[in-house]
């Protein structure tokens, strides 16, 4: 009755093959299934140098801990009360080392969240420009993870408390992105590396108390401890906190700089936050003679007043201008002569200005840049505009008769 | 042996798909065997009024609501009254048959007693009578619901048209609810849906043609459509399709529905149907056609497209800001009741580093004690909420308050905390849920809610791999689709310019002046000038 040619015949023949088609498709499924819970999220990487072993420490999430609101299923093995635990392995290279804490760990290593790497002190006098390749080599690294030096070994800061963030690794990033403009993530620091005339400079964390002894809840923490500067791949030395303030001023990265003067008659400070900074160098060059003048701009607001003397006076405002622009001047004139001849590392990027600006002169200097660089005169031509100078213009807790005029 | 497929139709002219052998018998063409043909209904009537009752009674044989009323017309002839009980408005019957036929009120007028025709259609108050004389058509017509009076010495039946019976009111219709516009629905009778579409287009291009479907229903079907907009070529396709129907009965739109669309094994629904006349006058005005079914409150409605599957009524009520807004909400839904199972499978099993690190931690620690892979907890979740949707439909409304509990506490967070699903999934679940009512078209949605799952098994198995993949099979599929002839992704594919105007946006009715090109493409104006409202004085304000 029905018509049963070959085209019914066909249609059978194509529904069966293209069953079969479908059927092959589910052998060949979720060969790479990864659940979230057969896998450990690296959150921060430490690598020290020991002898000639790498110790490559991670700090690895406990997502059992972290106390999912209504999970009362238990957290699945994990046993103290950190959010994190740390595995520290040593091996013959970086990613040795790695390979080695997977052998230790029942869950599959992921490090696509990685995002701060620490190098201890040691490990980065000697050079940590060969070590980069696995982190652009394998796509789970993420070269926008930030890099931390760390005094003393990279293993002891993160053993932190630091009772604030969930991991200590995350609290390192966030101390990164308060203490600069742009964090030197692995990208920018390798571009910096490889570029000519410029030199990295890399925050330098360490482990402190959060207060005397004294403090009955005692917690270990980490703080931002000066600036690393670098030579090539090398850290060269470490520029410790106060001057570090002026550098990253010159390096255009400063993101809050407390200025403090003293008033011109009686105690205390007067503390101005410069707020906005716009550095602009200019090269001087006149055969092997360069001269370079850092011209800053800076915008900041009064913080703060101890003192007796009335700032909201037109004259003694500018009085105050000058005296925080004298104060850069002197301090990171002093910070530049300590990168320039202790350390040979150009962190301001004053070769950098030449190859912008001269590209024909650099041609002629590149050969012995090394040897003019420590040389080179700096100078420096702050000008500060406080914008604001608070809430109450005079100060506070003065009485009127005693508050400075001049 | 295989169910066969629909019989293929000559296309319209426009259409992609090529016209098929002709040699195909359709589906329909077979004949039930077995069933005796009463051998009356092929015979007329009789002069006889006796020969006549032992036929209606032969007809109607085990028929225990038919009602026999004999009568005397004149005093030499009788009469008899036959009709079903119930199906007929009996005060009629009485005020204008029995009462004056009894009371001798025709029997005083000297010119009609004593002749051989006393029944003359003008002299009866009825506003329908006919005359007819097969007992094909007049059993058709007792069946209708009509009276049928025989007279003695007459070889004819007189066919007063006394519907009545009891029939639903025209009431709010129930799945299409409005905030703002009209609130009446079509109802079962087929009658007072045609008159509820005649009182909003009171024009006389708009036409209703009329057909029975049915071998054992005789249902009247009704395609209407207003003739000057719509393309006549389609009107004789539907047609054609219509009479090729040959099934027993038609209880409802879907038996229609289902014969004449151009792919029957398309998931995607290609006529859309409501219960709501202002719905149909907007298409109709659009240059669609309508099919009424009698017996049931829904319209039929064609040729579609995917994108009138996302809209409402209340789009085109509501100022177009408001529109606007809302049918970006729809899509930005329809997105994720389609999606979100499958992203979320795939984001958990393969692409770990795909979420923010804090995202990530946190579904791992809500995922840390589940025993179930993601693709099993969640095909495990949808798969329960497609079924407590299901119970809750038709359930009584006082138990269905008892699912809902259970829902959402059993499956919702007895389940979370008892560490069998997670926290995450259900969110998902819930959120898909909510997209998927979101869809103003319950055919669509229903498509949708089945597309998903073979989405979240192309995602459990390859990741968001198999999601571009299972992505891509539906965009060719539906733009392979057709509803007679019409391209389902019309606006988009092929693409038209001025048919942007109402597909994700909603422009204002006077920025709308064509209609959608895909129907015509010549006479394809609203308004022949600018279209009232425009803003046209210089402080508009």
Known sequence: MKPQGSDTGKIRKTAVLSCLLLCSVLLGGCWDRREVNDVAFVMGTGMDKEGDQYRVTMQIALPGQLGASGNTGGGGGTS??????????TGPSFRGASAEEQRGVSRTLNFSHRRVLLFGEALAREGIGNMMDVLARVPQNRLSSLVVITKGSALEVLQADAPIEQYPAEMVRELNYSYMENPRSIKLL?????????????????LVKNGPASLKDKKTNIKVDGLAVFRKDRVTGIIDNHLSRFLLLGMNQAKNTEIFVLPPKGKGYISVDL????VNIEPNIRGDEIRMTIHINCNGNAKENETTFDISKEANLKWLEQQVAEQIKKELGEAVRVIQQKYHSDVLGLGRVIITSRPDEWKRIKPQWDHLYPKAEVTI???????NIGAITKPFGVKKENIQNE | MKKGRFPKLPRLPWSRRAVPAPDRKPRNARVPKGLPEPSWLEQPLRTSLDDNLTALRDIFKDCSDVVYRELMISPERKGLLAYFEGTVKSEDLQDHILRPFILGMMLKDPEVNGKLEPLDETRISMSQTKTMDQWKMVSAAILDGNAALFVEGTPRAYIFSAKGGVRRGVEEPQTEAVIRGPREGFTETLRVNTALLRFKLKTSMLKMQSMTIGKETQTSVVITYVEGIIDPKLVEDVKKRLSDIKIDGVLETGYIEELIEDHPFSPFPQMQYTERPDTVTAQLLEGRFAIFVDGTPFALIGPVTMWQMMQASEDYYERFFISNMVRGIRFLFLVMALFLP????????YHHDMLPTTLILSIAAARESIPFPALVEALMMEISFEALREAGIRLPKTVGQAVSILGALVIGQAAVQAGIVSAPIVIVVSLTGIASFTIPRFNFAITVRLLRFPIMLMAGMF????????????????TKLTSFGVPYMSGYSPYNHTDQKDIIVRAPWWKMIKRPSWIRKDNNKREKEKMNGTPTTEEGW
Not at chain 1, 275 to 278: A, Q, S
Not at chain 1, 381 to 387: A, K, L, N, R, S
Request: glycine letters at 6%.
């Open chain 1, 381 to 387: 031509d702050p000008v500060v505009h406080i914008e």
């Open chain 2, 342 to 349: 499958a992203l979320y499978v795939a984001v958990t099993t």
């Open chain 1, 190 to 206: 390798l571009n910096t590396i490889l570029l000519d005339g410029i030199d990295p400079a890399v925050p330098v964390m360490s």
């Open chain 1, 275 to 278: 707020i906005e900074n716009k």
């Open chain 1, 80 to 89: 103290g009360t950190k959010s994190y635990y740390l595995e520290s392995k």
């Open chain 2, 463 to 478: 990741g968001l791999f198999g999601i571009i993949i299972a992505t891509t099979l539906v965009a060719t599929h539906l």
